[in-house]
């Protein structure tokens, strides 16, 4: 393998700000200084998409995310959550899925709305959230082996907000248990350049943080 160098970190960087008490000067100050920068994506709240749309020009593909943190909703809303982001100009959705489903291993639940957003934006990008901190080695390989049919294209490791975040154990795992085709996002923790490259390494293909933006670009 080549070595990994901070340009591919920033290539596939979804450079995001999620924090729930961000403001107006917060997303400004977010969006000038990532103006121009080739990053994988920005990832900014459902709220704020139309507002990313309408700064960004489709110059930087825009990442929101879906049933988050905590996935508790229905898949319906899930799916008309997804179809109103894309709509407001989001092109790629990173869904949280219901955790209670996954621990008790209800595959018919944890499939059905993985397929109800696919099915709602078939052309965005899909990630699913699978929060590997709070999972088995055995619960990350199941939901590896029953997920790809449902559509995503990457499965994401946290959300970073309930339970801990991106271990290089299980994007190792993942990366092993997963079609080829389907991508790894590694995200929740990921602070230092080294990090990111680490988890590049392990099979990750793209990296959600919020604070590595300088350090790729140093």
């Not at 000067?25 to 709220?47: E, K, L, Q, T």
């Not at 507002?51 to 899930?78: D, H, L, M, R, W």
Request: charged letters at 20%; a negative charge.
């Amino acid at each position: 393998m080549s070595e990994i160098k901070a340009s591919d970190v920033l290539k596939a960087l979804d450079h995001t700000l999620l924090k729930p008490e961000a403001g107006e000067a917060d997303y400004r100050s977010f969006v000038a200084a990532i103006m121009g920068i080739p990053v994988a994506s920005v990832c900014i709240p459902p709220n704020r998409v139309a507002q990313g749309q309408a700064f960004f020009q489709g110059e930087t593909k825009i990442c929101t995310v879906i049933g988050f943190p905590n996935g508790y909703s229905t898949p319906a809303v899930k799916a008309f959550e997804a179809r109103k982001a894309v709509e407001d100009g989001a092109d790629e959705v990173d869904m949280v899925l219901c955790l209670g489903n996954v621990i008790v291993h209800d595959a018919q639940s944890v499939t059905d709305e993985v397929r109800a957003v696919r099915e709602a934006v078939p052309d965005a990008v899909l990630k699913v959230i699978i929060e590997s901190g709070a999972l088995t080695e055995a619960q990350i390989r199941w939901l590896c082996d029953i997920l790809p049919s449902c559509g995503p294209n990457f499965l994401k490791t946290s959300t970073g907000f309930n339970f801990p975040g991106a271990s290089l154990a299980a994007v190792r795992l993942m990366r092993e248990a997963l079609p080829a085709q389907i991508g790894i996002k590694a995200s929740g923790g990921i602070r230092t350049l080294d990090e990111a490259m680490a988890y590049l390494a392990a099979g990750a293909t793209r990296i959600g943080a919020s604070s590595l933006l300088k350090a790729c670009l140093n």
